[in-house]
Structures are given as C-alpha cells and as structure tokens.
Antibody, heavy 120, light 110 residues
Framework: QVQLQESGPGLVKASQTLSLTCSVS??????????WSWIRQHPGEGLEWIGY???????YYNPSLKSRVTLSVDTSRNQFSLKLNSVTAADTAVYYC????????????WGQGALVTVSS | QSVLTQPPSVSAAPGQKVTISCSGS????????VSWYQQLPGTAPKLLIY???KRPSGIPDRFSGSKSGTSATLGITGLQTGDEADYYC???????????FGAGTKVAVL
C-alpha cells in the first residue's frame, strides 16, 4: 500500500521560501506511470492544485502559482519536494502531497497534510 | 470563485439519499473525467469516485457518480451519520491547464 508523508517547517516568515518534502513508501517513484502532486487547502476553504512532477523531472504547475513554485524529485530517496518562494500570509494552508494516477486524473493516495503558517 | 460550482450544503435524514451537483464547462467536465472526494474534519481527502463513475476498492456502492455534458453528480444512498463531511468534485481544465476543484459541499445528516 502506497503511503505518502509530508515533512518540513510548520512556520515560515513572510517573503521567505516554503519548503516541504513528501516521502513515499510502498512504491517507487521511479517506476513511472504516476504524477506526484501537491495540493493545498487554505483554512476553512477548498482545495487548490499546485502542480505535479513526473519521475523524469518533468513538471506541470498551476498557472496562478507558476512564477513562485518549483517541484523537484529525488528518486534515490523516493521523495519529491515543493518550494514556494516569496510567501505571504495568503500562503498559510495545509499542504498535501498526493499521487495523481494519470496526469490530471485523480488522486487515490494522499499524505496526511502539513500545516504551514506564514508569519510576519 | 471556483471553476466548478457545487452547492454549499445538502442535508437529509439517515437512510435517505442526497445528490451533490458539480457544474463546469466544456474545458473541464465537458471533455475530461470527474472525480469526487470525501473529506472528514481534520483529515485528508479520500477518493470516492474516479473517471466519472468508478469506485475505488473499498468504497461502498452507496456512493455513485454520473456525468452528463458539463455537469456531474455524486449520489449517496442509505445516508449514515458517518457520511457527514465535505465533498469535492475535481477535473482537469484544458483551458487553464490546471486541475480544478469545486468549492465543496457540506453534507449534514439530520
């Protein structure tokens, strides 16, 4: 059974860079066929797709965040990561990593979520 | 403002049926698959329906999905108190080149 787990600082200062890592167990990122994604949820609000990365390193970002987002993958550690720069209070959210079963398809496996608060 | 439109809330008595609508456009629901997610308080979303009407292993057949044109519907029959949650629809949007979600519908069991 595939499991995902987010890790990273829960508090980030405004204007700095938010960094999170998703560790995958029960399956190999490098086996291909899946798209490793980040989705966030602002407090009390709905879900917002951030983007996905394939094991090869190819990426696809939400146009609304594209200028500030970088996704990367480390197949040797079976991890993928999110960096969001120039954060503001509006980036305070629960960040989920998830496995996209088919490039904009659907999300069967999710991490438990990591709350990141941006402080001034 | 979400690209996919859902009602804010629906409710029904235990054992009854509810339906949740998800309205979009040709660039999303009209030409791409729809999936549905259940989110219990404080937990990650859980996939209920994928590719419009398919259920992952372990999801009871009380949950069903359908799609017609640019709209999709999630149905829940035999409503249980454990079904109280937020439900989200999602689809790829070819115009935005992004995966989009509805704003969510809160299901209340009266």
């Amino acid at each position: 059974q595939v499991q995902l787990q987010e890790s990273g600082p829960g508090l980030v200062k405004a204007s700095q860079t938010l960094s999170l890592t998703c560790s995958v167990s029960g399956g190999s990122i490098s086996s291909g066929g899946y798209y490793w994604s980040w989705i966030r949820q602002h407090p009390g609000e709905g879900l917002e797709w951030i983007g996905y990365i394939y094991y090869s390193g190819s990426t696809y970002y939400n146009p609304s965040l594209k200028s500030r987002v970088t996704l990367s993958v480390d197949t040797s550690r079976n991890q993928f990561s999110l960096k969001l720069n120039s954060v503001t209070a509006a980036d305070t959210a629960v960040y989920y990593c998830a496995r996209d079963e088919g490039a904009g398809g659907y999300y069967l496996h999710w991490g438990q979520g990591a709350l990141v608060t941006v402080s001034s | 403002q979400s690209v996919l439109t859902q009602p804010p809330s629906v409710s029904a008595a235990p054992g009854q049926k509810v339906t949740i609508s998800c309205s979009g456009s040709r660039s999303n629901i009209g030409n791409n698959y729809v999936s549905w997610y259940q989110q219990l308080p404080g937990t990650a979303p859980k996939l209920l329906i994928y590719e419009n009407n398919k259920r992952p292993s372990g999801i009871p057949d009380r949950f069903s999905g359908s799609k017609s044109g640019t709209s999709a519907t999630l149905g829940i029959t035999g409503l249980q108190t454990g079904d109280e949650a937020d439900y989200y629809c999602g689809s790829w949007d070819s115009s935005l080149s992004a995966y989009v979600f509805g704003a969510g519908t809160k299901v209340a069991v009266l």
